[in-house]
């Protein structure tokens, strides 16, 4: 089992907060991968890290932000969240080690912007 | 066109039964190839890697054909915990990796 946690689970909030969704895995994986996910839909990039002080941005346009400053955390912040942010965020993590890894997943987090 | 495409089904079946489902992807020189199940709001997980040589788990069966590109997904015996979405997912050149729509199994009693 990896892991890969996320934090928080769900998170109700209205619009124009700041959020940080927070994303930590403890396998010493050096890409780590954030993808939004509607419900019954498929999941789109919207940010990815091949390593430390490494970001680039996904094929899903996203008002999010994301910083990689220690291998272990990938945080993602919406500096002013909407109700359009409303999704499902899930993060990811893998190795690149011998052959090609597949992504492990956290849980989850359920954003539901008011 | 999609990078992946997948026939969303819904797939019904009883217990028992055998299943497959099929997925295509567009770039030739993709590397490697998985298949997820997930289950209704939780989070992918990693069901099988695919093999060039095809490769089984369980009551599991993938298989890989570059020639035409798609790859399979054969459950046999199927279980009703075996109830989910099962999401073809391609690492493309670039270490891009593309998911599928899923597909939509219900194993029924």
């Known amino acids: 089992e990896a892991d890969i946690y996320q934090t928080p689970r769900y998170l109700v909030i209205g619009t124009g907060k700041k959020i940080t969704l927070e994303c930590s895995q403890t396998m010493g994986h050096d890409k780590m991968y954030w993808y939004q996910q509607d419900p019954g839909m498929e999941l789109h990039l919207i940010h990815y890290?091949?390593?430390?002080?490494?970001?680039e941005k996904g094929d899903l346009s996203s008002e999010s932000t994301v910083s990689r400053i220690r291998t272990e955390h990938f945080p993602l912040t919406l500096e002013s969240a909407r109700p359009s942010h409303t999704s499902q965020y899930l993060c990811?993590?893998?190795?690149?080690?011998?052959?090609?890894?597949?992504?492990?997943f956290g849980d989850g987090t359920r954003l539901s912007i008011l | 066109r999609k990078e992946v495409e997948q026939d969303p089904g819904p797939f019904n079946v009883p217990e028992g039964a055998t299943v497959a489902f099929n997925c295509t992807y567009s770039n030739s020189a993709s590397q490697s190839f998985f298949w997820y199940r997930q289950d209704c709001r939780k989070e992918p997980k990693l069901l099988m890697s695919v093999y060039s040589s095809g490769n089984e788990d369980g009551r599991f069966t993938a298989q890989l054909n570059r020639a035409s590109q798609y790859i399979s997904l054969l459950i046999r015996d199927s279980k009703l915990s075996d109830s989910a979405t099962y999401l073809c997912v391609v690492l493309a050149p670039g270490n891009q990796f593309y998911f599928g729509t899923g597909t939509s199994l219900t194993v029924i009693p």
């Open positions: 890290s091949y390593g430390v002080n490494s970001t």
């Open positions: 990811a993590s893998r190795s690149t080690g011998t052959g090609y890894q597949p992504q492990h």
